[in-house]
């Protein structure tokens, strides 16, 4: 999952350069729904068949982890480094902690609140550019948007786990793809179409809708059912060391020391929060 939605950085900042960002969303979406609406159908007929607290469940699902997350990644990436903006989405799960601690009134260890210290500060550093005097001054509209992620993406999570209990994660991706597909197609409309498309970017969409929604969305619903949102959410810290080695080799981007050291402390939360 983390290797998959490594790549999704890369991909979209090559998408949002050419499509709007509820476009290229929508692209996204298309092809993956094209792939799990007809694998959901011939392997569970009734996952068409749910109740109106599932589909409040999965509006959540759809709204928060798809529109929201959307909006915010892709007007994001189009000001930011994709290496930048994933160090900074690499705070997911921070925030799925803190929400799982202050909505569902779970504890957090002393060693977690060392390890979401740890992981503010890295995201500190990163955005600062190494400079934490000079953190006000250089945060910008694309760290705004790019902060956004994890926020939704908390929110996301969270609701993920009341919704596993009753469908399956194949179910509940399609279901909070198919409804959040829905609330970004209004935002369509008052966008603006390119005239010309290059063929690299229909493999970028390809790949987001293939590789980062029906994989990536399937295996961390799996991950949720399976060892619970806060752990499952610490894996997307492995998401900036991927990213980060996609966008050097794929699209040039310097790698600089701030980066790697913010980087190091993001991703050290990775074993505090599954280690204790």
Known sequence: MALMWGGTFIATKMVSHVFGSFTGASLRYLVALAFMLPILFVTDRKAFQITREQFKQMALLGATGIFAYSFFFYNGLRLVKASHGALIVALNPVLVMLITAIVGKERISAVKIMGL????????????????????????????????????????????????????????????????????????????????????????????????????????????????????????????????????????????????????????????????
């Open 117 to 276: 210290l740890l992981s503010l500060l890295g995201t500190a550093l990163v955005i600062a550019h190494g400079d934490l005097d000079e953190l006000i001054s250089r945060f910008s509209w694309g760290d705004a948007f790019i902060l956004g992620c994890p926020v939704s993406w908390a929110f996301y999570t969270y609701y993920a786990k009341n919704a596993l209990k009753g469908a399956t994660p194949l179910q509940a991706s399609t279901w909070a793809i198919l409804l959040g597909l829905m609330m970004i197609s209004v935002f369509i409309p008052f966008e603006t179409l390119p005239v010309h498309v290059d063929p690299s970017i229909w493999l970028a969409v390809a790949y987001l809708g293939i590789c980062g929604s029906v994989l990536g969305f399937v295996w961390y619903y799996e991950g949720v059912q399976k060892i619970g949102p806060v752990r499952t959410s610490a894996f997307n810290n492995l998401i900036p060391l991927f990213a980060m080695v996609f966008s050097v080799v794929l699209l040039r981007e310097a790698v600089h020391a701030y980066m790697l050291y913010g980087a190091a402390m993001v991703i050290g939360v990775v074993f505090l929060i599954n280690r204790f």
